[in-house]
């Protein structure tokens, strides 16, 4: 049974799918586990020694240079030592609230099923985009409070705000200046 804490690391008090592995007082590495996959923060050979003890545990073991995507979040180098995180791929393939032109012209009409369905998938769609979105966070978050009984009017403003969302993406996101390990705790 191969065991993370063979290599080091420990569950974060915060979240038991965040680990750390400090060395000396100072944080070395930084891991995050979903699902089947991992996330590594650490310098590289240190991330070599790791990748081999998994290669050597699992066999197939898949290891992504960047530009990489992990659960719909973009990783990417847009120049040396800064890491960028974006959700524009993402962007690109949500699905707007369709409503017929008539439909749209009856803002306080409650929505059917099918399309109160579409404004929550969108809207919690957009509200997995806010982690790297900050701009978006007070009206995805406004909307929010009318999900339980959305008007017409609300997938108009969901729908505007996927546009606005896509229109501003490039270059939209979080940047992060080099990170230099070992980070002291």
Known sequence: ???IASQGFWSSCHDENCLVRAMHGKIDAMLIIHVDD?????NKDALDILYAACVDK???VKR???PFVYIGVRHMLPR????MLDQEEYLAKVQPVELTRERRREDSAFLTATESAAFRSLLCSLLWVVQTRTDLAHDVVRLQSEMVCPQVLHADEVNNLRRRAIATAPGNGLHYRK???PLRV
Do not use: G, T, V
């Open 1 to 3: 049974h191969f065991r």
């Open 38 to 42: 991992l996330l590594l923060a650490m």
């Open 58 to 60: 699992f066999k197939k």
């Open 64 to 66: 992504n240079p960047l």
């Open 80 to 83: 040396p030592h800064r890491l």
């Open 179 to 181: 990170l230099e390990f």
